[in-house]
Every structure is written in structure tokens, then in C-alpha cells.
């Protein structure tokens, strides 16, 4: 039974692969442009053209922030509310983390549309003071008047993967062997060095498991992100300049008007972000098994 629910899995993965590829094709002949580099996107154009480049960097640069600014935040509420937080105030915030995943990811596109990016403007011009030499944190009001920009986007999306990551990092330090902490005390370590010597690194195959499972879903978030991006299929390097698309966007933005072109156009967009997924899973797999700890 268990070797069948397997191989009906990995039938489903085949056929969903084995359609996308079915129907990307005949688009994919008739593009007048090259597919992985083209930043336009007239698939239904008299020739089309059109590309993922754009698609493709926005995609990976706000999933990216997404997961530096989520992860140490998620792994740090994680261990507070394990070994820091008092037992009556640990159950509740682990409630109150929980219940973060199952709000819907339309309300947190609303929240950064009408609230988070009109506030922003202080952090990046503070950001632009510190750190605008790197040129990609470089800010010019003109160029986002609204701050509907990847930062914005990626802080987004770290919001909305951070539940997800601290949940599962939470059971995962809960299941270190006791017996790997109270050595650790015994040798006179403190609560610090305990976690710092026994629980991270016993838990480090855990976090990463979570830290992947949160970038998929930053991955193909679709509303937040359409909602915080402004349609610009020009690559710029900038952070908080207003403009860009996902993978996702792109989707939901183009299908309804999509013509038969358009539309092979789009599922060969979706069949990049399906290999995409699997890529990243696959590397998360081969990661995790490098830092098990036996």
C-alpha cells in the first residue's frame, strides 16, 4: 500500500511535467525571441516574443529576502519559546504563531498594499544613509514613489513563510534528546552554550527542511506579490525601486487575456517555476543530508 500512494505520487509529478511540456511546446517553436533571456513578454505578438529573465531574477530576489530577513527571526522565536518563554506565555505564542499560517495570503497583500509600503519610506531611506554604496539598497523617491518595490515584496513574503519555518524549527528542538541537554548542563554550560552546543546542531537538518518548505511557498505566492509588484519586465538591480515579476504574477496578470500563444507561453512560465521548485527541493534534500548529525 505504502509502495502504490509512492508511485501514485510520482505519476502525478510525470503528468503534471508531461502536460506542461505538452502544451509550452508549440509556443516555445514559435517565440522569436530567446526564451531564457528575453525580458519582454508580447506572446501573443505578430511575431511573439518573449522571455522569463525578468520573471525569473524577480522571483528568486524576493524569495531570497524572503528567507534572510524569515529565518533567523523564526529560529530565534522558536528557541525563546522553547527554553526562554514561561510555560503559560510559550503555549500561547505558539498558538499565536500557528494561527499566522492560516491567514489567507490575500489579507497580508492588503496590509503591505495600504499600510506596510506607505511606511517604508523611513527604513529605506535609512537603509539608502548606511547602506546605499552597495548600489542595490540605493534609494531614489522618484523611481518608488509608493515603496511598491522586491523589498517591500520580500518583506512581505518573510511575514507571510515565518509562521511555517518556526512552527516546524519549534518541533524540531523539541525533539532533541534530553539526554544530549542535560549533558550539556553538566559540564557546567549555560542556557546559551547548551542550545549553542547540543540543540542547533541536532536541530540544524530540521531547520533547513523548514527554511526550504517556506522559500516553495515564497516561491509561487502568487496575490501578495502581484498586488506589491507593479508589471516591469526590465531586470533592475535596485531593491527599492518600484517595478518587477514573478513567475506566479506574471500568471495571474496575463492568463485571462492570453491568447492560444499566450497561453502556451504562460504554461511554459509555470512549467519553469515547477522545475524551479523541484531544483530547490532537491538541493534542500542533498543539504540536509551533508548536516545530519547521526
Known amino acids: 500500500m505504502t509502495a502504490a500512494a509512492s508511485g501514485v505520487v510520482l505519476l502525478t509529478m510525470a503528468a503534471i511535467t508531461v502536460f506542461l511540456i505538452y502544451r509550452a511546446v508549440p509556443a516555445l517553436r514559435g517565440n522569436a525571441a530567446n526564451f531564457f533571456t528575453e525580458q519582454r513578454w508580447d506572446a501573443d505578438g505578430t511575431p511573439p516574443r518573449f522571455g522569463i529573465a525578468a520573471a525569473f531574477y524577480f522571483t528568486v530576489l524576493t524569495s531570497a529576502i524572503a528567507i534572510v530577513l524569515a529565518v533567523p527571526v523564526a529560529v530565534g522565536v522558536a528557541l525563546f519559546i522553547n527554553y526562554y518563554a514561561p510555560r503559560r506565555l510559550s503555549s500561547g505564542l505558539g498558538y499565536m504563531v500557528e494561527l499566522l ?17 506607505p511606511h517604508l519610506t ?14 542595490v539598497l540605493r534609494y531614489r523617491p522618484e523611481s518608488a514613489p509608493n515603496n511598491y518595490s522586491p523589498l517591500t515584496a520580500g518583506i512581505v513574503l518573510a511575514i507571510m513563510i515565518l509562521p511555517i519555518i518556526c512552527s516546524i524549527s519549534r518541533e524540531v528542538f523539541q525533539r532533541v534528546p534530553r539526554e544530549q541537554i542535560e549533558a550539556a548542563q553538566a559540564l ?7 542550545i549553542r552546543m547540543a540543540v542547533l546542531p541536532l536541530g540544524r537538518a530540521g531547520v533547513i527542511s523548514a527554511s526550504i518548505l517556506g522559500l516553495g511557498r515564497a516561491l509561487g505566492e502568487t496575490l501578495a506579490v502581484t498586488m506589491l509588484l507593479s508589471t516591469a519586465f526590465a531586470i533592475n538591480i535596485h531593491f527599492t525601486e518600484t ?18 500563444t499566450g497561453t502556451g507561453a504562460l504554461i511554459a512560465a509555470g512549467l519553469c517555476l515547477f522545475l524551479l521548485t523541484l531544483a530547490v527541493n532537491f538541493a534542500a534534500n542533498v543539504i540536509v543530508r551533508r548536516n545530519k548529525v547521526a
Not at 495570503?105 to 498594499?113: H, T
Not at 517595478?243 to 492560444?260: C, D, N, Q, R, W
Open 122 to 135: 523611513g527604513l529605506v531611506s535609512w537603509l539608502d544613509r548606511w547602506f546605499g554604496w552597495t548600489i
Open 243 to 260: 517595478g518587477g515579476v514573478t513567475f506566479a504574477s506574471i500568471i495571474a496578470l496575463k492568463y485571462g487575456e492570453a491568447g492560444p
Open 101 to 117: 499560517a492560516a491567514v489567507p495570503s490575500i489579507v497580508y497583500g492588503l496590509w503591505g498594499f495600504t499600510f506596510l509600503a
Open 188 to 194: 557546567g554550560a549555560y542556557r546559551w552554550e547548551t
